[in-house]
């Protein structure tokens, strides 16, 4: 996986309102942007344990700010009809996409445990065959948010979403041992470490 560039996000690929989020106070382009991790309150609980949220409401942060959107549907962030190429062991057409939703794996593992590769090969399964299908639970949920935050950010097509997502499963499907194995974690963990 290659570092990402000087600027990951142009606010003129965003959908208008997202970029409509930003209008008030904008974000460094240079920084990266994540979906917020919604906690219960930590004074209250030893451990962080996760909130309840509406996926559809998303909080972004670039660590410092934070700017709020509504999300109806991944459906209706879809843009254009373009076909993907072939997604390979090594799929470069995408890499900033993958970077960004593997940086949301890692955020998710780091507050609540390493996810097994079972439940991440589930998630993107679930987001690739119906992207707004019922929820199957907080990852999933916060999966969805990540989701939504490359189509508002990157004009891609149906197709497109879905050869990502399926690379994605195909990824957990390879590292999978056991029904309780976290190899696709462990193996994100060394790649963005040695791409930093």
Request: hydrophobic content about 40%; glycine content about 6%.
């Amino acid at each position: 996986m290659q570092k990402p560039p000087d600027t990951f996000f142009s606010i003129a690929d965003f959908v208008p309102d997202l970029r409509a989020a930003f209008a008030e106070r904008p974000f460094n382009p240079k920084k990266l942007l994540l979906a917020a991790i919604p906690v219960k309150d930590p004074d209250e609980h030893r451990a962080f344990v996760p909130a309840g949220m509406d996926r559809r409401s998303v909080s972004l942060t670039d660590g410092n700010e934070f700017w709020f959107w509504e999300v109806d549907s991944l459906r209706a962030l879809f843009r254009g009809d373009k076909l993907p190429p072939v997604l390979g062991d090594h799929p470069a057409a995408y890499n900033d996409c993958f970077m960004l939703l593997d940086l949301h794996v890692l955020e998710i593992s780091k507050f609540f445990g390493e996810r097994r590769d079972t439940e991440m090969k589930e998630v993107y399964s679930a987001l690739r065959r119906r992207p707004d299908g019922r929820s199957l639970g907080f990852v999933h949920d916060y999966m969805w948010q990540a989701a939504a935050l490359i189509l508002g950010t990157r004009p891609l097509s149906q197709a497109e979403f879905e050869a990502i997502m399926a690379r994605l499963e195909r990824s957990c499907r390879t590292f999978e041992l056991g029904p309780s194995s976290r190899n696709y974690v462990a193996a994100l963990r060394s790649t963005l470490g040695r791409a930093r």
